[in-house]
C-alpha cells in the first residue's frame, strides 16, 4: 500500500514558513496585499477565491476581493489592473481562471496586463521566460507547491524519471521546467503520444494532469513510483476525483497524492509564499 502524501500536512508547513516571513516584513512596515480579481459568478471559482482569501486572513496577508460581473468589457477588466498595477500598497495581483465566455479570448491579454512583479500566479510571459532560463522570478503554483510537497516528503527528483502526463501552460509545462531545473529526466506526454502507457511505466514520478477522470490506471504505473494527481474532475455535484484511479493505482505506487485533498491545497499554500516574494520584490523597486 502506498504513503498518502497529504497535501494538508504539506500545505500547513508551507503556510507556515510563509506566516513567519509575512511576520517579519510586518516589523520593516511592510503588509503584504493581495488582489484577487474574479469575473462572473462561476461556483468553483468563488471557492477558490474564499479559500486564497481565507489563507491570505489566516497569515495576515491583507486581501482585497474584486468582484466584476460576468459582462464585465475587456477595456474595464483593463483599466482594473493597471490601477493595481500602479498602487504601491498591493504586492500581488491574480485574475481568477477561467475567464467567463465572453472574455476568454482575451485570457493572454489580461494576464500579460499584470506587471510581472505583482504577477502571484507566475502566468506572465515574463516569469515564463525566466523559469525556464532557471532565472529568478514568481513561478506558477501548482507545480511550485508539487516539486515542494516532494522536497518536504524526501522523495528524491535528481537523477529520477519524471514523467507528466498534460502540457498545459499552467502545470504540465510549467512542471517539466521545475523538475529540468532540479536535475530529473522529464518525458512531457499528451494526447498524441504513442505508447502512453509504457512511457508512463517508466516513471519514478508520475505526474498526471489531463482532466480525465481515472485516466492512469494501475498498469501505467512502475511499482514503488511516486503518483502525482493534479485532477480536479467533478463527476457530481459533491464528488470530486482526480485523473489517477486511486484505489488500484494506491496498491503499485510507493506514494500518492489523494483528491480532494492532494496537490489543490498547495496551490493555495504556495500562492501565500508568492505573495511574500512579490512584496519584497515591489517594495524594493517601488518603496515601502
Ligand atoms: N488564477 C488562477 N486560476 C486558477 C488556478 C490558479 O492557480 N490561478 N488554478 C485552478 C483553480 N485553483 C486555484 O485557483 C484551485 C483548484 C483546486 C484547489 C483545491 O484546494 N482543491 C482541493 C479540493 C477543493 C474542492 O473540494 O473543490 C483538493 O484538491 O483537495 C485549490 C485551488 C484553476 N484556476
Redesign the pocket.
Known sequence: MARILS?KEFAAKIKEDAGRAVAELKAEGVHPRLAVVIVGADP??E??VR??QKACAELGIISDHIALPADTAKEELITRIDALNADASVHGI?????LPEGLRAYEEEVLERIDPRKDV?G?HPVNVGRLVLGAPGLR???PAGCIRMLELAGIPIEGAHAVIIGRSN?VGKPMGHLLLERNATVTVCHSRTQNLAAVAREADILVAAVGRPGFVTADMVKPGATVIDVG?NRIAPKK?VGDVDFNAVSEIAGAITP???????L??AM?MQNVVQAARDVTRDFGA
Request: hydrophobic share 45%; with cysteine; net charge neutral.
Open positions: 497535501g468553483a471559482s471557492v477558490y479559500n486564497k491574480l485574475v481568477q481562471l477561467p500566479d502566468f506558477p503554483c501548482t499552467i480536479i470530486l483528491v480532494p485533498g492532494g496537490v489543490g491545497l496551490t493555495v500562492l
